[in-house]
């Protein structure tokens, strides 16, 4: 082991022992706490008092364990030697740990099946803190000479050195680091009134690869993080005009800039204003003077996570692109209702409907047709003509069913019910054929629909597992099917039960009695244009 890592193992090795001794202190401390808390709230007045001076006793016990495990050595007299110094030691040491294991002993056993048992289990978890203190005082003694020397692997600290010994293994020194740069650049902002400070942190996070804008009043700080955008804010604290807590509590309280983390840089390092700050939002808080380590970690570290959640926020906000995209493609399929019931968790979805208009277009003479176009040209075509059907549906409130071949179904009454739903189809059907003439104009195409409606009973769902279907079904649907089959090209094809629903509202033209494929002899009507 080189010099270097001995005196490494030393430092290690007397901050540990330090943190063994002083943690069963300060727990004695903390338990008398508590204990006077609870004689008060519940009434033990009898017991109040041996708790006080046992709260005294524990307050010189900490004062003392403070001052061996910081610098013992300046309480030395002149005279003493070694011997005499460490039996001084070990007698305050000593006295009132005593005290305290003395009243413990006998408030336990006074507090035996008493009606304060919850304190005197705390009391005993004291004595036993207390007990552990008193079995460390030779490991207390051994810290004022810790440093005097290395530390041999056979003495009696051999055990804890082992300890520190592994710890300081995984732990590298920090000279390993020393020239490391962020592979990311990041944009800081150094707000403090001391041109020297910022003079100085600029040209540090300069070195670091950083881009740094520098505000040296809170009022500057803010129009800049107004106008333009940083990764993070180091934000020294006393400020004239604007202190650094109001621009801290400034940023947090708006939407727009809570995101930035904000590491506080103050020389007023008291426990309040370190509390207030991070409770107020920010990410740290380091005490000037800075360690320059210290404060690249700090740096690093927040900015690591700033990273991560900004890559957090832009995955959520790429799942919310990519939902909207399926939501809409889902809608185009489905009806929008039945979408709902979907995400309700609705597994099964089959609508007896009672009352329906169904209607069926088909492209008279377009099969023959397609066999003298491109493939390219057949579906511009059919794309032209059904998207404008798509629109006429949906400006009429009616539900496109799919499209077959050269056909068209869609049907007025679902998903929701609609009373005017047969009046809804007699509008549709005339603006069809409207819109197929006016391509067969355009076009030169020798073109014409042929449309076919009735109204009734049908079953109406969801239809498939991986590619969905909204459908109907029912003798209701073919019906209208052989009304479309047995119209005529350029005509509108109504059976009876459509025409009882429609009333006196739209022109009709008898057919008379027609035999019907299936379905026997029918009465039905031509729907007539306005």
């Not at 016990?61 to 495990?69: D, H, I, R, T, Y």
Request: glycine share 6%.
């Amino acid at each position: 082991m080189t010099d270097d890592q001995d005196q490494r193992l030393n430092r290690a090795l007397a901050a540990y022992l330090r943190q063994e001794v002083q943690a069963p202190a300060m727990a004695i401390a903390d338990f008398l706490d508590i204990l006077i808390e609870d004689a008060r709230r519940l009434g033990a007045d009898a017991v109040l008092g041996d708790l006080e001076r046992m709260q005294g006793a524990g307050a010189r016990l900490n004062a003392f364990v403070g001052a061996v495990v910081t610098d013992s050595a300046a309480d030395r007299k002149l005279d003493e030697n070694d011997h005499e110094f460490n039996r001084r030691l070990r007698h305050d040491l000593r006295t009132p740990l005593n005290a305290i294991i003395g009243y413990s002993e006998m408030l336990i056993e006074d507090m035996d099946g008493d009606a304060h048992a919850p304190m005197r289990d705390d009391l005993i978890k004291l004595k036993q803190a207390a007990d552990q203190l008193l079995g460390q005082i030779d490991a207390m003694v051994a810290l004022t000479h810790i440093d005097d020397a290395p530390i041999a692997r056979e003495d009696k600290l051999a055990a804890h050195a082992g300890i520190v010994a592994d710890v300081l293994r995984t732990v590298q020194p920090l000279k390993a680091e020393a020239s490391h740069l962020l592979d990311r650049q990041s944009r800081i902002l150094i707000v403090d009134d001391n041109a020297a400070n910022r003079d100085v942190l600029e040209r540090r996070l300069a070195r670091e690869g950083h881009a740094v804008v520098t505000a040296a009043n809170g009022v500057q700080a803010l129009k800049l993080v107004g106008d333009e955008d940083f990764d993070l804010v180091l934000l020294d604290l006393i400020m004239p005009e604007l202190s650094g807590f109001d621009v801290l509590t400034r940023l947090k309280g708006d939407d727009a800039t809570r995101h930035i983390p904000v590491i506080v840089i103050s020389a007023l390092d008291e426990l309040d204003s370190v509390v207030r700050c991070i409770e107020a939002g920010a990410e740290d808080f380091l005490s000037k003077p800075f360690d320059p380590i210290l404060l690249r970690t700090r740096i690093n570290s927040s900015l690591e996570k700033k990273w991560l959640r900004d890559r957090e926020k832009k995955f959520v906000a790429d799942l919310e692109t990519e939902k909207r995209k399926s939501e809409t493609l889902l809608l185009n399929i489905l009806p929008h209702s039945i979408v709902r019931r979907m995400r309700e968790g609705e597994l099964k979805i089959a609508d007896q409907v009672h009352e329906s208009t169904i209607l069926f277009c088909d492209l008279a003479g377009f099969t023959m047709l397609s066999g003298t176009m491109s493939a390219e040209d057949v579906l511009d075509f059919l794309g032209e003509i059904f998207t404008q059907f798509d629109a006429l549906a949906a400006e009429a409130g009616v539900e496109k069913i799919k499209t077959i071949g050269d056909a068209y179904m869609a049907a007025a009454g679902i998903p929701e019910p609609q009373p005017d739903h047969a009046h809804r189809i007699a509008r549709l059907a005339p603006r069809m054929m409207r819109a197929v003439r006016d391509v067969a104009r355009t076009t030169g195409l020798k073109l014409e629909a042929r449309i076919g409606i009735h109204t009734g009973p049908i079953v109406a769902g969801v239809i498939g597992t991986h590619k969905f279907a909204y459908d109907v079904w029912g003798d209701s649907v073919n019906t209208a099917s052989r009304m479309e089959s047995h119209s005529v090209n350029g005509r509108i094809h109504i059976s009876e039960a459509t025409r009882r629903a429609l009333g006196e509202a739209f022109p009709l033209e008898p057919r008379g009695v027609i035999e019907v494929k299936g379905k026997g002899p029918m009465q039905t009507y031509f729907l007539l244009e306005p």
